[in-house]
Every structure is written in structure tokens, then in C-alpha cells.
């Protein structure tokens, strides 16, 4: 059975301090997913990581995968008050075609504080 | 481009009942997926269809069913409500291309189901 595990699960942080929320799976993945969510809402898609070694940068947020290690990681620059949200990662393990099926870690809900 | 839609969004019903939820995917993408998410289990996986046919089912008793329309909009059914499927459930879609895949999962507000 895939697990995701991420850390922390909680993150309050100071507005212009850097962090970084790990994420680690326990078997071979396919690819691998970040997703915000804001209170009440629903989950945005922020990166999408194929392969390894992957890492994609969107504003103040990065994220890298490495395959061996089974970890991905998401970090945050210079936080702002507007990256508060609960952030999952998810992992898609497919035995064969495009077949979604995704397993989501606990997420993160981050506080980014003035 | 419209999003992921799903009606309704909120949903008050008594245990026993039986529930069906719709969502109408982003044109063009073919496939539709439910996952339900609660504060103790967090977002899990229900299943997915793509032209259809259920694809992946996951770990939920058979109160819980889906299907797909031609049109790719898709609905989930639940009978016989219990206290524990109070939740938020989601329904995401995706572009499917044939190479399989790269696109994430897109997906709508969600429909709040409270079972009292």
C-alpha cells in the first residue's frame, strides 16, 4: 500500500523567512503532485514532477523531486502573508496507461505571520 | 475556460438516505475522479472514470457508486447515509492525452455533505 507521509503538519513562519515542507512515499511513483488549498476552497495545482531530479520554481515556492530517495520537497522564499493555505503533496502510482489515482498526504497547513 | 462544476454545494441529509452528486468536467478532459476528504482521513481516493468505464476503485464499501456519462459528466451516488460520510467531495478531471498523461488533476469546490 502507497503512504505518503508530509512534515510538518503544521508550519507557522515569519513573513520573509524561507522554509521547507518535505514529503516522502513509500514505493515507486509515476509522478508526483502539489496542491494548495485556502480555507473552504478547493485544491490548485501548483507543480507537477515527473522524474528525477525534477524542480520547478512558481514565484516564491519551489519544488524538487528525487525519485531514490522517495522525498520531494517544497520550499518557500521570503514567505508573504498570501501563502497561507494548507499545502498536500500527492503521489500517482499507475500499473500501466493513464490511470489517475492519486494518494494525498495529511498536508500542511501553513501560517505565515506579519 | 470554466472549471470543474459540481452541484450542489452543500447538502444537508438524515442517515439512511440515499445521495447523488454531480460534476461536469472541463471540456475536453475525459477523465472524472472522486475523492472524498474529512478532517481524520484526510483526501482519499473514491474512484475514476474515464470513456465511461470505472477505471480505479478504492477502498470504500459499495454504498458508495459513481458512473459516467457520454458527455463525460459524472455522478456518485451513496445510499443508506451514515453518520461518517459527512465530508466534502470532490470531483477532479484531467486531459488525457495519448502519450498518457502529464496534465495534473483539476478540481472543482466540491459538494459539503452533512448526514445528521
Known amino acids: 500500500e502507497l503512504k505518503v507521509e508530509q512534515n510538518p503538519l503544521f508550519l507557522s513562519m515569519q513573513e520573509g523567512k524561507n522554509y521547507t515542507i518535505y514529503c516522502n512515499y513509500s514505493?515507486?511513483?509515476?509522478?508526483l503532485y502539489w496542491y494548495r488549498q485556502d480555507p473552504g476552497k478547493s485544491l490548485e495545482s501548483l507543480f507537477v514532477l515527473l522524474s528525477n531530479g525534477a524542480v520547478k520554481q512558481e514565484g516564491r515556492l519551489m519544488a524538487s523531486l528525487d525519485t531514490k530517495a522517495r522525498l520531494s520537497t517544497l520550499h518557500i522564499t521570503a514567505a508573504v502573508h498570501d501563502l497561507s493555505a494548507t499545502y498536500f503533496c500527492?503521489?500517482?502510482?499507475?500499473?500501466?496507461?493513464?490511470?489517475?489515482?492519486?494518494?494525498f498526504g495529511k498536508g500542511t497547513l501553513l501560517t505565515v505571520n506579519p | 475556460k470554466a472549471g470543474v462544476t459540481q452541484t450542489p454545494r452543500y447538502l444537508i441529509k438524515t442517515r439512511g438516505q440515499q445521495v447523488t452528486l454531480s460534476c461536469s468536467p472541463i471540456?475536453?478532459?475525459?477523465?472524472v475522479s472522486w475523492y472524498q476528504q474529512t478532517p481524520g482521513q484526510g483526501l482519499q481516493f473514491l474512484f475514476e472514470?474515464?470513456?465511461?468505464?470505472?477505471?480505479n476503485k478504492g477502498n470504500f464499501p459499495g454504498r458508495f457508486s459513481g458512473r459516467q456519462f457520454s458527455n463525460s459528466r459524472s455522478e456518485m451516488n451513496v445510499s443508506t447515509l451514515e453518520l461518517g460520510d459527512s465530508a466534502l467531495y470532490l470531483c477532479?478531471?484531467?486531459?488525457?492525452?495519448?502519450?498518457?498523461?502529464?496534465?495534473?488533476?483539476?478540481f472543482g469546490n466540491g459538494t459539503r455533505l452533512t448526514v445528521t
Open positions: 477532479a478531471s484531467s486531459l488525457v492525452t495519448g502519450t498518457g498523461v502529464n496534465s495534473p488533476l483539476h
Open positions: 514505493t515507486t511513483s509515476d509522478r
Open positions: 471540456s475536453g478532459h475525459r477523465s
Open positions: 500527492a503521489v500517482d502510482r499507475r500499473s500501466g496507461g493513464s490511470n489517475y489515482k492519486l494518494t
Open positions: 472514470y474515464f470513456s465511461e468505464t470505472q477505471r
